[in-house]
């Protein structure tokens, strides 16, 4: 039976009274490739914008294993237990449609994800970094319309995922696990300076002991950056989201961020940098497409190509060439 696809009023209106069927339908569009669809995805964005930003958003990175899904089940439930709507989205370029979502996976969040004040939803897949991460960006818009004021945003500690999330969220938090020996090896510097709250998870049982030392290593690597223009300094801090430990504390940490920044008006600042940030990526994402998609660019790229193999031309003067056409 075919259902008669519901009207861009209707899916704003549904959003807006908190509706999760059409705030999900609302999010598929935005995910569709289907050029037919972007005007509607388009229309939903703006329609819900107005409604968007009464939110506090929380970008939660670290390497596979290190226990994201665990902490976010913890931390959306203590959410949730304090009455705050929380939706959970992801960032994982490398998701594809066949192999499924590995991040904000429902079945990892088997608690959170039966809670009805919560929303859990798949990261956008079969897409570059970019793409999925202005999808991302978009579902946020629509969940808050929807009335999720803690968004959390999950992404892998790998490759650039991280900086694009960065990008998009009020608070950082880096997880971390105490290694064998030698904490900060193999940390990228970027990431901890990102930062705005390192926890070291798995801080029970055996682990305690280490994780301790990383506390004080890690305090020590993070007095070496310089202040943040946010006023804010970086702690680390011990949690257990197995045990439901030290997650609390990390709540708290984040509502005096968020006071903190209000009160300096960087919050709204920091926002309005990052739209202005997504109004450029979002011209040069669609230039870029533009410009190789293009039937006649694609043809006389191939052939510049083959001459700068021959010899014949210089990268400088091909890109001349090409970017002469029309697009
Ligand atoms: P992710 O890949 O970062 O999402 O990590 P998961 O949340 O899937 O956790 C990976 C493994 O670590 C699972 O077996 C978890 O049960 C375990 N784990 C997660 N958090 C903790 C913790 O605080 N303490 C302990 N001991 N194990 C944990």
């Avoid at 819900?48 to 939660?60: D, E, M, T």
Wanted: proline share 3%; glycine share 8%; charged share 25%.
């Amino acid at each position: 039976k075919r259902h008669k696809q519901p009207s861009t009023e209707d899916l704003i209106s549904g959003i807006l009274q908190g509706d999760i069927t059409a705030l999900s339908r609302a999010i598929t569009l935005i995910e569709s490739k289907n050029p037919s669809h972007f005007e509607k995805a388009n229309a939903l964005i703006k329609g819900c914008l107005p409604h968007a930003n009464k939110s506090v958003r929380i970008g939660i990175t670290g390497v596979p294993g290190v226990g994201k899904s665990t902490f976010i089940e913890s931390f959306g439930l203590l959410a949730t237990s304090l009455g705050k709507q929380v939706a959970v989205l992801a960032v994982d370029p490398s998701s594809s449609v066949s192999r499924g979502s590995i991040l904000g996976d429902k079945t990892r969040m088997e608690a959170l994800v039966k809670e009805p004040k919560a929303f859990i939803r798949p990261s956008a897949s079969g897409e570059s970094l970019g793409g999925v991460a202005r999808k991302t960006r978009e579902t946020i818009i629509l969940c808050e319309a929807a009335g999720f004021d803690t968004i959390i945003i999950e992404t892998v500690g790998v490759g650039q995922s991280e900086t694009a999330v960065h990008s998009m969220v009020d608070f950082f938090l880096l997880l971390k696990l105490a290694g064998a020996g030698d904490e900060l090896q193999g940390i990228k510097r970027g990431i901890m300076e990102m930062a705005d709250l390192i926890a070291i998870n798995k801080a029970d049982g055996d682990n305690l002991k280490q994780a301790k030392v990383a506390k004080v290593e890690f305090n020590r690597a993070l007095h070496l950056y310089p202040k943040k223009s946010s006023g804010w300094q970086p702690k680390v801090m011990l949690c257990s989201a197995l045990k439901n430990e030290g997650i609390q504390d990390i709540w708290e940490q984040i509502q005096d961020y968020v006071s903190l920044t209000y009160k300096t008006a960087y919050f709204n600042k920091k926002r309005s940098e990052q739209n202005k940030f997504w109004l450029i990526q979002t011209i040069e994402e669609h230039l870029k497409s533009n410009f190789f998609n293009d039937k006649e660019i694609k043809v006389a790229l191939e052939k510049q190509l083959q001459l700068i193999e021959e010899n014949k031309t210089t990268p400088f003067a091909a890109a001349d060439y090409l970017l002469r056409f029309k697009v």
